[in-house]
C-alpha cells in the first residue's frame, strides 16, 4: 500500500468525524492546513449571513492562514482580539468580553475524543464561554494530534501536556513550566481553571468542527 500514514489518518478522521455528527455538530474534513481556509471561506463564511466576527487563543487558527484571511476581510466587523497594541490589559479583557456578542467566534479545542466530544480547560474562560453560549456560530479547527480516544485520555492529554506545554510558550510563573509536569498548583499564573466538555452542539450545527489531517497546535 503506498502512503500508509496517510491511508490511516483518513480512515480515523472520517471515524471521528461521523460520531461528531451523530453528536449534531457539523464537520469538514481538510486534508491540508491550506484546506482549512478555504473550507472557512466557502464552506461556512459564504453560506453564512454572519456580520461580525471574533476569535479566542489558537495556534492553529494562526498556523492554518485563517486568521491572516479573516482579520483582513472588510466585509465583516472584526473584533482582533489578538491585536493588543495600546491597549491597558483591562481593554484586552474588555475585547474578550465583547468578542462574546459576535455572530460567529473561531478557535480551536485542546482535545477531541473518538466518542465525538471536545474536552477544553481554559485559564480566563473566554474561548470555552464562546463555545458554550454567546456567538451565533462557532468554528473549531484541530489538527489530528489532538485525537484520542476517550474522555480520560482527553483529559490527561490537556493536564500533562497541553498545559504545561502552553505555559512554557507564555513565559507563565507556574511549576509545570519548570518540571513539565502538572502540581495541581495554586499559583496566580495557573492556566487550568475551568473545564467544558462538549458532548453535542446545541442547536445542532452551531459548532462547526474542522478536522485537519496535520499535526498542529499542542
Not at 48 to 67: A, F, P, R
Not at 121 to 137: Q, V
Not at 165 to 172: E, F, I, P, Q, S
Not at 203 to 208: A, C, I, L, T
Amino acid at each position: 500500500m503506498k502512503n500508509p500514514v496517510d491511508t490511516y489518518w483518513k480512515l480515523r478522521l472520517e471515524s471521528v468525524k461521523e460520531r461528531l455528527e451523530s453528536n449534531n455538530f457539523t464537520v469538514f474534513i481538510a486534508d491540508a492546513p491550506e484546506d482549512a481556509k478555504t473550507i472557512v471561506e466557502e464552506e461556512i463564511l459564504a453560506k453564512s449571513d454572519c456580520k461580525s466576527i471574533s476569535w479566542g487563543g489558537s495556534l492553529t487558527h494562526v498556523e492554518t492562514g485563517v486568521y491572516e484571511m479573516l482579520k483582513n476581510r472588510d466585509d465583516l466587523e472584526v473584533l482582533d482580539t489578538y491585536d493588543k497594541k495600546n491597549l491597558t490589559p483591562e481593554e484586552v479583557v474588555e475585547r474578550r468580553r465583547q468578542s462574546l456578542l459576535s455572530d460567529m467566534f473561531v478557535t480551536g479545542t485542546n482535545a477531541i475524543a473518538e466518542d465525538g466530544y471536545l474536552v477544553n480547560l481554559d485559564m480566563i474562560g473566554n474561548r470555552i464561554a464562546a463555545l458554550t453560549f454567546g456567538p451565533k456560530e462557532v468554528i473549531i479547527l484541530v489538527g489530528r494530534n489532538k485525537i484520542v480516544p476517550d474522555l480520560e485520555s482527553a483529559m490527561d492529554r490537556i493536564k500533562n501536556y497541553v498545559a504545561p506545554v502552553n505555559a512554557m510558550r507564555l513565559d507563565m510563573k507556574t511549576p509545570c513550566a519548570k518540571t513539565g509536569v502538572c502540581q495541581d498548583c495554586k499559583s496566580p499564573a495557573r492556566i487550568c481553571n475551568t473545564w467544558t466538555i462538549t458532548e453535542k452542539s446545541f442547536p445542532k450545527g452551531r459548532v462547526k468542527v474542522i478536522l485537519i489531517n496535520a499535526d498542529l497546535g499542542f
